[in-house]
C-alpha cells in the first residue's frame, strides 16, 4: 500500500516539475521574442528609400528629407510649410577641441523655419560635434552646453529661466538627453531654445529648436515632431571615402 501511494506521489511531482519546466522555457521564449523585437527597432534599417530618392548625392534634400550619408542620418520635413534648407555639404570637420568652446564647435548642417507674413517664428537646426576619441556622456555634454548659453547671454540684471534640466530621453533610438530654457529676451531673437544631444559612436548629434516665449505653447509640439523626423541611417553600407 505505501508502495503505491509512493508511486503516486513521485508521479505527481513528476507532472509538476514537468509543468514548471514548460511554463519556465515559455518565459524564456517570451523574453528572447521581446528582446529581438527591441533590438530589431533599434538597428537602422538598410536605407533603400534614400537611396532611390536620393541616387548618387550624398548630401541634399529630397521629397521633404534632408539626408546626409557621409554622417549617416536624415530629418524628415515634419510640418509641410516649414522651408528646408542645407547649410553646407562638407562631410570633413575637425576634432572638438575640449579645451575650447564646444558650442562653437558645432558644425550646423541644415535648417528649418517656419515663416508666417515674413516673420520667422520658428527655427531649427541639427548640426554634429566630431570628436577624435571617446565622447563624453550625453547628460554631462549637454549641462556643459547649456552652462555655456547661460554664461553667454545672462547678466546680473537679465536671469534665464530653465524650463526642463538634462533630461532622459532626446531620441527614441539614440536616446540622449535635451534641456529648455527661456533666454533674457533683450539678449536673443528668439529667446525659447530646445536643445537635444544624441550621441552615436564618435559623433554628437544636436538639434537646437528656436522660438518666442509668447508661441511656445503653439510651437512645443512641432519641436517634439522634429525629433522624432530624426532617422539613423545603416553603417553596413559605408561610402567609399568614409570619414565618420
Known amino acids: 500500500m505505501n508502495k503505491d501511494l509512493d508511486i503516486k506521489q513521485f508521479r505527481k511531482k513528476k507532472n509538476l516539475l514537468g509543468t514548471s519546466t514548460i511554463l519556465m522555457l515559455a518565459f524564456v ?5 521581446l528582446l529581438v523585437f527591441e533590438m530589431n527597432r533599434r538597428i537602422p534599417k538598410p536605407d533603400k528609400d534614400i537611396k532611390d530618392i536620393a541616387g548618387a548625392e550624398r548630401i541634399g534634400i529630397a521629397d521633404s528629407v534632408y539626408f546626409n550619408r557621409p554622417y549617416y542620418f536624415t530629418l524628415k520635413r515634419v510640418v509641410s510649410d516649414w522651408d528646408m534648407h542645407v547649410l553646407t555639404k562638407d562631410s570633413v570637420f575637425q576634432y572638438v577641441e575640449t579645451d575650447r568652446s564646444l558650442f562653437g564647435q558645432i558644425n550646423w548642417l541644415v535648417e528649418m523655419d517656419h515663416v508666417v507674413n515674413m516673420d520667422t517664428l520658428a527655427t531649427s537646426f541639427t548640426g554634429i560635434l566630431r570628436w577624435q576619441d571617446e565622447q563624453p556622456d550625453s547628460k554631462d555634454l549637454a549641462i556643459s552646453l547649456l552652462a555655456e548659453i547661460l554664461e553667454k547671454y545672462e547678466t546680473n540684471k537679465e536671469r534665464a529661466n530653465i524650463l526642463v534640466p538634462a533630461t532622459l530621453p532626446a531620441h527614441h533610438v539614440l536616446v540622449g538627453h535635451y534641456w529648455a530654457v527661456v ?3 533683450k539678449r536673443v531673437d528668439k529667446n525659447i531654445w530646445v536643445l537635444s544631444v544624441m550621441p552615436r559612436r564618435n559623433v554628437t548629434y544636436i538639434v537646437l529648436n528656436k522660438t518666442f516665449e509668447s508661441h511656445y505653447d503653439e510651437y512645443k509640439s512641432v519641436f517634439q515632431k522634429i ?13 567609399v571615402d568614409y570619414t565618420f
Open 29 to 33: 521564449l517570451v523574453a528572447i521574442t
Open 183 to 185: 533666454l533674457p529676451e
Open 227 to 239: 525629433n522624432h523626423g530624426f532617422r539613423t541611417l545603416s553603417m553596413l553600407d559605408k561610402d
